[in-house]
């Protein structure tokens, strides 16, 4: 009597430095009992963080932009059939073709997460891949999102049938995430944390900056803003800084694994982002008693609740995100009230121990803890 292993294979575009990333690994580690196992293959590439955050779990590099989309598929194809899972999991848009691949390798089971929409189908009208997603919806068991707002464009735009979604909401460890004990400084830091990319629109944030000094000049007031994260605008968004002539007060950090630590060290967090789902870095910042500001898109307008543990600002507003800052500078009361509300809000409803739990069902339903005996 023997019990194989029983893998689950986690197919992304690439693993780098982000929330979404984070949560994988963390609900990895959370599931990976007995003898069931997880690896991750990246159809490009994965960066020093990727081995530093997942451990030991088994990270494989399709090199998709090197070989071409034919040579992917056959690679990923020749991959599954060694690994030979119980399930396969993909992410996002990017990925979702390769459910084709798994189900020609044999993979009995395959999942679908959307976590997000990037800048080209920030709407969710992009017909091309919402065709995509419908021609594939047959061969892919369920669809898992993490916000009502996506569960209800995966149904309603897209097309997929009710009975094939499941929301799973995401989750951070509030025990790593926790605010700090004291903070005493004669700056007030504004941060934020997130891939330096157009969808999340940090230029908007450099631009509210510039204003907040403008506006404090005369003031004993002095501030901070911090950008943690890497991605192809970082050499627009330093241009943009030193243009507006703020760049003595912007700090880059790039890609940290110390993000609670960094995450302490502000007074503000900031998400300026034009489109996300449920962001795991405003679910950290919130974890970590900072009140929050974010733009009224997808799921942070529930994260955020009618201004009680934050503040909701129109996206592409500089004007009103300084505003928003404003208001807790002048105000030390109100950021406090709306940090200590956000951290019990998390605690409540986005530990990750809730989620990896519904992640643990979905994968027995699935199959991915079925015991195999021998005859």
Known sequence: MTTPD???????????????????????RRTAEGSVRHVVICLADYDEAAI??????????INKPDCGSWNAHRKLFAELRRLKPAVLQTYNISTIEYALTGAIA????RLHAEHGRGMSERLGNHSKYNLLRRVISPLIETFVTVTHDMQSWLHQ??????RKIRLIANGIDTTVFYPAQLRVTGQLVIGTVGRLDPIKAQSDLITAY?????????????????LVGEGPMRALLEQ???????????????????????????????????SEAAPITMLEAMACGLPVIGTQVGGVPDLIGDNARG????????????????????DPELRRRH??????????????EQTAHSYRQLYEAAGAWRRIRDA
């Open 6 to 28: 029983k893998v689950v294979v986690h197919l992304l575009y690439r693993f780098e430095f982000g929330g979404v990333q984070s949560l994988i690994a963390e609900c990895i």
């Open 52 to 61: 530093t955050i997942l451990g030991d779990v088994e990270l494989i590099a």
């Open 106 to 109: 044999g993979v009995p089971r």
């Open 157 to 162: 735009v897209v097309g997929i049938p009710e």
């Open 210 to 226: 510039a204003r907040l000094r403008r506006a404090f000049t005369d003031s004993s007031t002095t501030f901070k803003l911090v």
């Open 240 to 274: 943009h800084a030193r243009r507006l002539e703020v760049d003595d007060g912007v700090e880059f950090l790039g890609a940290r694994t110390d993000i609670a630590d960094v995450l302490r060290r502000m007074d503000v967090f900031v998400l300026p982002s034009l």
């Open 311 to 330: 503040t909701l600002i129109a996206p592409s507003d500089p004007d009103a995100l300084a505003a928003a800052v404003t208001q807790y500078v002048k």
């Open 339 to 352: 940090g200590e509300a956000a951290r019990q809000f998390v605690v409540a409803h986005y530990d990750i």
